[in-house]
T-cell receptor, first 110, second 115 residues
């Protein structure tokens, strides 16, 4: 079983729509969680950290469910510029080693 | 402030040839990582440096891959000889020490094609 698993998508949504997707992780003792964004042929960039209580950054909302071992990302009022691959990242031991999912591709159409 | 700088951006070589990638991390970041990202996959760690010391190279295929970070700043990753399966994007990342140590900043990567 992979440490981090994601639905690869793609999620094709119209502008203004809400899109949400999850990722599951295998290590129940994992401490830190992140969402990174990767545009086509570009480097991954930190989108947001995921906190136990859930957190919001503008149109983006991240949730953590420790009991079911998944994290989620919700994008409201989608923009064309939100089209990207979203990488779920887990830091099992709160140290330097990050485990990346394969990514969920989101395409926002006009 | 400059981000993580990598060169070259693209490299096309024939199998069995050597190739090297260079990385300059963000100034002041003591931790440096090399990742490999295959198409449709997330990055996978190859090696991590703390200053000039390789502290985690368990995923580095040591028969053909080598890396160095001689002065604890720039780093070079080498493959010799390259194989067809080495075609991938090689990403360098760096992170600061302290509370933000698990936030990694990536360079644009080197896209390697082995023919």
């Amino acid at each position: 079983r992979k440490e981090v698993e994601q639905d690869p998508g793609p999620f094709n949504v119209p502008e203004g729509a809400t899109v949400a997707f999850n990722c599951t992780y295998s290590n129940s003792a994992s401490q830190s969680f992140f969402w990174y964004r990767q545009d086509c042929r570009k480097e991954p960039k930190l989108l947001m950290s995921v906190y136990s209580s859930g957190n919001e950054d503008g149109r983006f909302t991240a949730q953590l469910n420790r009991a079911s071992q998944y994290i989620s990302l919700l994008i409201r009022d989608s923009k064309l510029s939100d089209s990207a691959t979203y990488l779920c990242v887990v830091n099992p031991f709160n140290d330097y080693k990050l485990s990346f999912g394969a990514g969920t591709t989101v395409t926002v159409r006009a | 402030e400059a981000g993580v700088v990598q060169s070259p951006r693209y490299k096309i070589i024939e199998k069995k040839q050597p190739v090297a990638f260079w990385c300059n991390p963000i100034s002041g970041h003591n931790t440096l990582y090399w990742y490999r990202q295959n198409l449709g996959q997330g990055p996978e760690l190859l090696i991590r440096y703390e200053n000039e010391e390789a502290v985690d190279d368990s995923q580095l295929p040591k028969d053909r891959f080598s890396a160095e970070r001689l002065k604890g700043v720039d780093s070079t990753l080498k493959i010799q000889p390259a194989e067809l399966g080495d075609s991938a994007v090689y990403l360098c990342a760096s992170s600061p020490t302290g509370a933000a140590k698990n936030i990694q900043y990536f360079g644009a990567g080197t896209r390697l094609s082995v023919l």
